[in-house]
């Protein structure tokens, strides 16, 4: 099944500085019943954002309509713990396209990856810069370039590039999956087998 391209976005950001945010807190795990992946956004953060009678909490930044956008940006070591694929459903079910953070636990990157939510790891310094625009301004700006590996803070112009696996990077810019993306090689495939 391919997925949606994703090459560049421009947008406002939702910022969560908070450090060592496990997947048990991105989706938990009493909400890991469904086996297709829609409907998972419905409950991201769902203890962060909801009180024990379902309304909504105040003081949670999803729940703050000052803030919006396709990138969530935070704190370091995010998507720490167990290796629930249901973590990188629930985020881009939610609708975010990126999310940024200092650092990434390895399987939520590839999970996230594998699911077209992109993972763009900043240094530390530059990752406080974007929390210092959004909480100087609600509606700044932050772009991030798959296609170029940059992300950049819009009103300083402040540009970092990024790392991302290059098979995944074609993956995504194309919206393939895996059999896509073996299907859009088939001449060099052919090709080979020709030449043996």
């Not at 992946?37 to 009678?53: A, I, K, Q, S, V």
């Not at 990188?88 to 650092?103: E, K, L, Q, T």
């Not at 895996?178 to 080979?192: G, N, R, T, V």
């Amino acid at each position: 099944m391919a997925t949606k391209i994703f090459k560049h976005i421009q947008t406002s950001v939702v910022p969560l500085p908070i450090e060592n945010i496990d997947t048990d807190q991105i989706i938990p795990a009493r909400f890991l019943k469904a086996t297709t992946r829609e409907g998972f956004g419905n409950n991201l953060f769902r203890d962060w954002r909801f009180d024990e009678n379902d309304n909504p909490k105040e003081d949670f930044v999803l729940n703050n309509p000052n803030y919006s956008g396709k990138i969530l940006v935070a704190g370091k070591n995010f998507g720490c713990g167990s290796s629930r694929e249901h973590a990188a459903w629930a985020i881009a079910d939610y609708g975010f396209d990126a999310v940024v953070s200092s650092f990434f636990a390895d399987i939520f990157k590839g999970n996230a990856l594998n699911n077209g939510l992109l993972p763009v790891q900043v240094s530390e310094d530059f990752l406080q810069k974007i929390f210092d625009a959004v909480f100087e301004d609600e509606h700044a700006v932050v772009e991030v370039n798959l296609v170029d590996q940059f992300i950049k803070i819009v009103a300083t112009g402040e540009t970092k590039s990024f790392e991302v696996n290059p098979y995944k990077k074609a993956c995504m810019t194309n919206g393939y999956d895996d059999i896509d993306y073996i299907l859009s090689k088939k001449e060099l495939i052919a090709e080979f087998e020709t030449s043996k």
